[in-house]
């Protein structure tokens, strides 16, 4: 199944596993992925540079295998103090559930995109991919001269023409089913929920780099489909998840392996910016705030101490959950189980098509 993006990574498999941010993306996770044949990823969007740094030097320790590294593209936020100080006083309600201190403070935010862009030109990872927007000119040329493949994300065919002018050399198409953040950037997101089965064939229409189809694909059959549909690979987050190799929370992973195809839903509720993740309490008690929430990354930092206390607390309700709407096909496999058992499934599909049409 060799594809031209398969070529350009240098990967055997047309298997990328999605760079999920916040934990699930360890150095174990990524070189397992790397090594079994696909392309492991970093979610490196909250991690300071240094950080980043280290998880990159842990890969390489682990891999001489083409892995990549995810950044969020910074975006220009304002939100008043009013709307803070009403956010804080009802998130205190959860404070209070959780045992922790009560909160009244605006955060302080620093923008480190820069530094973490400049770790990866340094470190000269193989692939750099990106989401909720894109980089600047500079940047794009700068990891060109550096001989690093690019990946921008879209959700909606115009988003995806935006990329291809830009100058990246492949494009994910995000459909409505993908676990995590939406990666959308041109209008509002909830207008940008179109599926990946529909988004795929009509992004490949309009763009000439190769397409990678993401959300709702965990097995075999959803890498036949998405290479039916014109796709040079597909992503996989969710599939992920609860591999042993996975940072995920224990009680996080049991939630993916007791949840079905309708428990997720798409919030604001954790950081400000749409996101698919397991339904629970504070995602339903944040469905009654009469206010407004804060755009990301401010609501993403005021809720950071109640998921911090969820997880010390093994709690489900209060943590994030991001995953995908596939999540009932999720499998307690190692990461390198989950791109073979892909693959053999995939070539037995093809092969069983093929008798059927002869």
């Not at 910074?74 to 008043?80: A, F, N």
């Not at 991919?129 to 994300?153: A, L, R």
């Not at 189809?213 to 965990?218: C, F, H, L, R, S």
Request: aromatic share 6%; hydrophobic share 40%; net charge negative.
């Amino acid at each position: 199944m060799e594809t031209a993006l398969t070529q350009k990574l240098n990967i055997q498999y047309p298997i990328i596993q999605a760079p999920m941010a916040g934990g699930p993306t360890t150095p174990e996770l990524i070189a397992a992925v790397s090594n079994a044949g696909g392309l492991g990823s970093l979610g490196a969007g909250y991690l300071t540079p240094e950080q980043i740094r280290e998880a990159i030097k842990e890969i390489r320790k682990r891999t001489n295998r083409p892995f990549g590294v995810n950044l969020f593209v910074p975006e220009q936020t304002d939100v008043s103090e009013d709307i803070i100080e009403k956010m804080n006083n009802y998130l205190n309600e959860s404070r209070t559930e959780l045992g922790i201190s009560l909160n009244s403070l605006t955060p302080d935010l620093k923008e480190t995109f820069k530094e973490q862009v400049q770790v990866v030109l340094e470190e000269n990872v193989p692939v750099f991919s990106f989401t909720f927007g894109i980089p600047s000119q500079n940047i794009i040329q700068e990891m060109k001269q550096h001989g690093i493949v690019i990946i921008g994300t879209a959700t909606t065919v115009e988003e995806g023409i935006q990329l291809e002018a830009t100058g990246v050399d492949a494009i994910v198409a995000q459909g409505s089913e993908a676990g995590g953040h939406r990666g959308a950037f041109l209008g509002n997101a909830n207008d940008a929920l179109i599926g990946t089965m529909a988004l795929l064939p009509q992004l490949v229409d309009h763009v000439a780099v190769p397409v990678i189809a993401a959300g709702g694909i965990m097995d075999g059959r959803g890498l036949v489909a998405s290479l039916a549909l014109g796709a040079s690979a597909v992503q996989m987050g969710t599939a992920f998840l609860v591999c042993p190799e996975s940072g995920a929370h224990v009680v996080y992973k049991g939630k993916v392996m007791t949840s079905s195809e309708d428990s997720t839903e798409i919030t604001y509720a954790y950081s400000g910016k749409a996101a698919r993740g397991i339904r629970n309490d504070f995602i339903n008690k944040m469905r009654f705030y009469p206010g407004i929430i804060p755009a990301y990354p401010i609501q993403n930092a005021l809720t950071r101490d109640i998921r911090q206390a969820a997880a010390k607390a093994n709690n489900p309700e209060y943590m994030s959950l991001w995953a995908g709407q596939g999540v009932r096909l999720a499998k307690e496999l190692t990461a390198s189980d989950i791109v073979k058992q892909t693959m053999e499934q995939a070539a037995a599909l093809i092969e069983r098509l093929n008798k059927t049409r002869n």
